[in-house]
């Protein structure tokens, strides 16, 4: 099959090329600039010019292709100019639908995330659990309605789709929020310690890849949903494990969560007028997600994609070198 995929210089997406490569499939990358996207060439996928929110670089790209892949997302709890998480995660996703049902591409797989049900109020909740309207970020709220969009175009327009929403991704090359928390833990950058006790549910990114790869080689399964997630871990358990793999120290403070809350409201305000990202990655967007705990069950993806789970400390073994070197 030829494959097109947006997203596929991010974190998830470039694991996701990598693992494409191993197969007889053939890659079409959209990307916004070919001239960084050496590694994609060297895995013999065809560049596309063009990103999410210009929707002619997008058909231009996705004929001809089978199946696509939509990976393409601003995944922070802060940028600059809001409106950015409705361009991109939003209509973004729009282009990408609007595209795949216009060339009939026979497959589509749209990737979501498990933070939009952090206010479902059912633990562990999965794929049947109902999704409150109500979003704790900015980040989950674009989600949330490019899911809406996406579930339209498939009830109403028969677009062929098959979603995944990934737990909290982990795994070499991780620079997302998760990324930066772990990275912080590691180069002794992180003050104190806060939420220890939010429990999330997290995923080694290659199990994430698997999932996405076998959900579209998957006979029979337009229409179905898959959480990919496994291993819940409250969040300073997390700090807790990535200090032992690295040998450094935890913070010695802890931080109550409602001081925590306000000094994110605090960091957001100097972030919004600097333009600077808020210190450590605390954001109030990020703080409010991390009042939630997630506890996700992907027993779904096990059970009818065959994937396994792979231990998260292994992701954090393969990690964690990465964040030393660039402590250095």
């Known amino acids: 099959m030829k494959i097109f995929i947006t997203g596929a210089t991010g974190f998830i997406g470039s694991h996701l090329a990598e693992r494409l490569a191993q197969t007889n499939h053939k890659m079409c990358c959209l990307v916004r600039d070919p001239g960084r996207a050496k590694r994609l060439t060297e895995l013999g996928a065809e560049l596309a010019p063009g990103d999410v929110t210009d929707k002619n670089s997008i058909m231009k790209g996705m004929k001809g292709c089978d199946w696509a892949l939509n990976l393409a997302n601003i995944y922070t709890f802060w940028v600059p100019d809001k409106r950015a998480y409705h361009q991109i995660n939003v209509e973004g996703t729009r282009n990408v639908l609007d595209c795949a049902l216009e060339l009939k591409v026979s497959k589509v797989i749209h990737v979501s995330t498990v933070a939009i049900w952090a206010k479902s109020g059912e633990s562990p909740f999965n794929e049947k659990t109902p999704i409150s309207p109500v979003q704790v970020s900015e980040y989950a709220r674009s989600k949330y309605e490019a899911d809406l969009i996406a579930r339209e175009y498939h009830e109403k327009r028969g677009l062929p789709l098959v979603m995944i929403y990934p737990g909290n991704v982990l795994g070499e090359g991780d620079n997302k929020p998760t990324g930066q928390f772990v990275g912080d833990i ?58 032992r793999i690295s040998g450094t120290k935890l913070p010695r403070f802890t931080l109550p969560g409602p001081m925590a809350l306000a000094t994110g409201a605090l960091l957001t305000v100097v972030a919004d007028i600097t333009k600077k990202p808020p210190l450590w990655g605390l954001s109030l967007d990020a703080a409010r997600t991390l009042t939630s705990s997630l506890r996700a069950d992907g027993s779904k993806a096990q059970r009818e994609l065959g994937i396994t789970y792979t231990p998260i400390r292994q992701a954090l073994e393969e990690a964690i070198p990465s964040y030393k070197s660039k402590a250095r």
């Not at 819940?232 to 200090?243: F, N, T």
């Open 186 to 243: 590691v180069r002794g950058k992180q003050p104190v310690n806060a939420f220890t006790d939010t429990v999330l549910t997290f995923v080694h990114v290659r199990d994430v890849v698997e999932a996405i790869v076998k959900a579209a080689e998957k006979q029979d399964n337009i229409g179905q949903n898959y959480i990919v997630a496994n291993e819940q871990l409250p969040w300073g358990e997390l700090a807790a494990m990535s200090a």
